[in-house]
């Protein structure tokens, strides 16, 4: 079975910056196209970014421009580098395949951003 293990959120200001870090386990991680999603509290699961298992990423319009998707399939880990973060960057932030979620999902990262 699949794992997903999150890290990297915490609490920044607006405009600052953070990296998030995704641990899957498993050798055919490097087939999947992989995605960041993100749910704030009251909303539902989005996508934010995904990456195919050639590089070719796709983003939100929301964090267009912002974030920056990247895989490393020698560790089996994807990031999400996020810049310039908005108090409506606030979630607890995910990854799994995408654009459909075939894995359980892991505990997720929290970002908080707040003045």
């Known amino acids: 079975q699949v794992q997903l293990v999150e890290s990297g959120g915490g609490l920044v200001q607006p405009g600052g910056s953070l990296r998030l870090s995704c641990s899957v386990s498993?050798?055919?991680?490097?087939?999947?196209?992989m995605g960041w999603y993100r749910q704030a509290p009251g909303k539902q699961r989005e996508l934010v970014a995904h990456?195919?298992?050639?590089?070719?990423?796709n983003y939100a319009d929301s964090v267009k421009g912002r974030f920056t998707i990247s895989r490393d399939n020698a560790k089996n880990t994807v990031y999400l580098q996020m810049h310039s973060l908005k108090p409506e960057d606030t979630a607890l932030y995910y990854c799994?395949?995408?654009?459909?979620?075939?894995?359980?999902w892991g505990q997720g990262t929290q970002v908080t951003v707040s003045s």
């Open positions: 990456i195919t298992n050639r590089g070719i990423t």
């Open positions: 498993g050798s055919i991680f490097r087939i999947y196209t």
């Open positions: 799994n395949t995408a654009p459909t979620s075939f894995h359980s």
